[in-house]
């Protein structure tokens, strides 16, 4: 996360300012996935999310300039009628910004979210659209949540993925809950690499 207006130290409950980390990290993770969605309905509902977790803190969000992109957190106060009004903006720095694109890290989010769609197209091209739809998930969860490969996982948290964010985000079919755990062995067999309970069975021994 980059925060150019709040470069302090956190605070010690983990907030830069009036918006905690894990609330500006969110917004941060949503509005990517909003940016990298195909599916129009999908963009919506994650720029609805956004909008009504910064809602909560009484802020609001826009995004500058969609080529050099930047999203900018602006507290509510400073809008009438959807416009800012510049005669209501007391401290600027009350507003964050977050640089989208042109990142000088090359393991950033965007190249660790590319390798998981990766593994998720060798899925769905080898095993149908069910076990497709159950990687993309998986992807959506470890790029965004954790921002790391897939093959990376631990056993805690594919647990955290199947338990929680699988049955509450997914938004599974029948068929995709009943296969599910297929569907992940089936991504670490893409990636070519064993499951992590197989690791950590196979040290042991």
Do not use: C
Not at 35 to 41: M, Y
Not at 124 to 145: E, I, K, M, Q, S
Not at 183 to 192: G, N, Q, R, T
Request: net charge negative.
């Amino acid at each position: 996360m980059s925060d150019l207006a709040n470069e302090g130290d956190a605070d010690e409950d983990g907030t830069s300012g009036e918006l905690p980390d894990n609330v500006i990290d969110e917004a941060e993770r949503l509005t990517r996935l909003a940016r990298t969605a195909t599916d129009e309905n999908e963009r919506a509902a994650r720029l609805e999310r956004r909008d009504d977790l910064l809602a909560e803190h009484e802020f609001t969000a826009r995004v500058r300039d969609e080529e050099d992109a930047t999203l900018v957190l602006h507290p509510e106060e400073w809008h009438a009628d959807g416009v800012i009004r510049t005669d209501r903006i007391e401290d600027i720095d009350r507003a964050i910004e977050i640089q989208l694109e042109g990142t000088e890290d090359p393991d950033d989010w965007g190249a660790v979210d590319e390798r998981n769609r990766e593994l998720v197209a060798e899925v769905r091209a080898a095993h149908g659209d069910v076990h497709g739809d159950n990687a993309v998930a998986l992807a959506d969860f470890f790029g965004n949540h954790y921002a790391k490969p897939i093959e990376s996982a631990t056993p805690s948290e594919l647990e955290e993925f199947l338990t929680g964010y699988f049955v509450r985000n997914a938004w599974p079919s029948e068929k995709q809950r009943d296969v599910v755990e297929e569907s992940i062995d089936l991504v670490f067999e893409a990636a070519d690499e064993p499951h992590p309970e197989l690791r950590i069975s196979s040290t042991v021994e």
